[in-house]
């Protein structure tokens, strides 16, 4: 039977007061083009994988200078400069299949999460010792930074979404034009399990 907590999780609707660390939060970006995942861990602070493009770049609110922290492409940033005026959502993890299927790509999970000090361990760990790789769109993004932080496998389903509405929208011209980016995500997929396997952990 689902707890109030548990459905409040499936159906992402919490709001910044209820979020609990250990909790994969994401938010939209450019206009809900894509979404932006990270790990709340508690006292105000989000950990995600920033990218290069945010590299050695804090943001200058007062609780960013006293509580942030930057090593490589990993930061520990505020809420508020995690979300950045857009609305919380919560990524749902032990989801069932019929759930998974109906619900937008990229919002959840069917494999279980980690007990939520496990969570927060695991992404302290990898902001403070690196091991995850590089910020890549398609095979090493954000989503699969926090996915891995939850569960132990890194997955990200947003640009699947994107690739099915593409193909969905242009049939033929989408297959045409999908067929090499799901190839190069497939590919580079593999490559980066490949590397993570064989991090420190
Ligand atoms: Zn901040």
């Given amino acids: 039977m689902e707890s109030a907590y548990h459905k409040e999780i499936i159906t992402g609707k919490k709001s910044v007061c209820e979020i609990e660390a250990g909790d994969h939060i994401y938010c939209k970006r450019r206009g809900g083009l894509y979404d932006h995942h990270g790990i709340y861990v508690g006292e105000n602070m989000v950990i995600h994988l920033a990218g290069k ?3 050695l770049q804090l943001y200058s609110c007062q ?5 942030g922290f930057i090593n490589g492409e990993i930061a520990k940033i505020c809420l508020d ?3 950045a005026g857009k ?8 989801v069932s299949y019929f759930q998974h299927k109906t619900r937008k790509n990229g919002t959840c999970c069917i494999r279980s999460a980690r007990p939520c000090h496990q969570v927060i361990a695991a992404a302290v760990h990898l902001l403070e010792h690196g091991g995850f790789g590089s910020y890549n769109l398609l095979a090493n993004n954000c989503e699969d ?3 891995y932080c939850k569960t132990g496998f890194a997955e990200s389903k947003q640009i699947i979404g994107h690739i099915k ?3 969905f929208i242009f049939p033929i011209v989408g297959a045409v034009a999908t067929l090499p980016l799901a190839a190069a995500y497939t590919v580079a997929k593999g490559i980066t399990a490949t590397r993570r396997d064989h991090s420190p952990t």
């Fill in 145 to 147: 930074f926090a996915v």
């Fill in 81 to 83: 400069c995690f979300l």
């Fill in 63 to 67: 609780e960013c200078r006293n509580k």
């Fill in 87 to 94: 609305k919380l959502r919560v990524y749902a993890y032990g």
């Fill in 165 to 167: 509405r593409l193909t």
């Fill in 53 to 55: 493009a945010k590299k």
